[in-house]
T-cell receptor, first 114, second 113 residues
Framework: KAGVTQTPRYLIKTRGQQVTLSCSPI?????VSWYQQTPGQGLQFLFE???????NKGNFPGRFSGRQFSNSRSEMNVSTLELGDSALYLC?????????????FGQGTRLTVV | AQSVTQPDIHITVSEGASLELRCNYS??????LFWYVQSPGQGLQLLLK??????LVQGIKGFEAEFKRSQSSFNLRKPSVHWSDAAEYFC???????????FGTGTRLKVLA
């Protein structure tokens, strides 16, 4: 069974630009969550999507947004990039129904803002 | 507020020695608890999880963890460490009613040959 696929693996962007990251969850999983990982702040929850709806949101500015498609694939977008947005962005795939279940993570997208 | 604390930022052990990584959580209800491992530049791999039942849980790669409600702890153990275990380890709690995780700050493990 294929795992969680994130594309691209690496990105370099300039301040002020926008970026879109993609995540394909495990087949049959309908919940996709996004996390930002930085050396200073650690792993922080961005948002979670289920059936194309955002169910939960972390404490990030509105420049961070996401969406989910009918096939459960998800994208996250960061607009007006800042240097501090440089991070590893991780996508997590879960079944999405019932009580909290284990999350399976992708390899991440390493975003560097210059 | 819900939180997870991993008191040790770095731990160094010799290959073949035993290992214990500490994790303390602050959570009002029965927690869903997880341990993940991350190699440099990689994603997170689930080592083990605790939802309910037996407080000693077995995971992959020879790891185990014990849930102690009275101490609000979920420490990870391995009887004999291998050089390939060098990585960063994260403890996490799943927030009930959501699919959100709260992670600890991680413990970086170094293994001496």
């Amino acid at each position: 069974k294929a795992g969680v696929t994130q594309t691209p693996r690496y990105l370099i962007k300039t301040r002020g630009q926008q970026v879109t990251l993609s995540c394909s969850p495990i087949s049959g999983h309908r919940s996709v969550s996004w996390y930002q990982q930085t050396p200073g702040q650690g792993l922080q929850f961005l948002f979670e999507y289920f059936s194309e709806t955002q169910r939960n949101k972390g404490n990030f500015p509105g420049r961070f947004s996401g969406r989910q498609f009918s096939n459960s694939r998800s994208e996250m977008n960061v607009s007006t990039l800042e240097l501090g947005d440089s991070a590893l962005y991780l996508c997590a795939s879960q079944l999405g129904t019932g009580e909290n279940t284990e999350a399976f993570f992708g390899q991440g997208t390493r975003l560097t803002v210059v | 507020a819900q939180s997870v604390t991993q008191p040790d930022i770095h731990i160094t052990v010799s290959e073949g020695a035993s290992l214990e990584l500490r994790c303390n959580y602050s959570y009002g209800a029965t927690p869903y608890l997880f341990w993940y491992v991350q190699s440099p530049g990689q994603g997170l791999q689930l080592l083990l999880k605790y939802f309910s039942g037996d407080t000693l849980v077995q995971g992959i790669k020879g790891f185990e963890a014990e849930f102690k409600r009275s101490q609000s702890s979920f420490n990870l153990r391995k009887p004999s460490v291998h050089w390939s275990d060098a990585a960063e380890y994260f403890c996490a709690v799943g927030v009930s009613g959501t699919y959100k995780y709260i992670f600890g700050t991680g413990t970086r493990l170094k293994v001496l040959a």
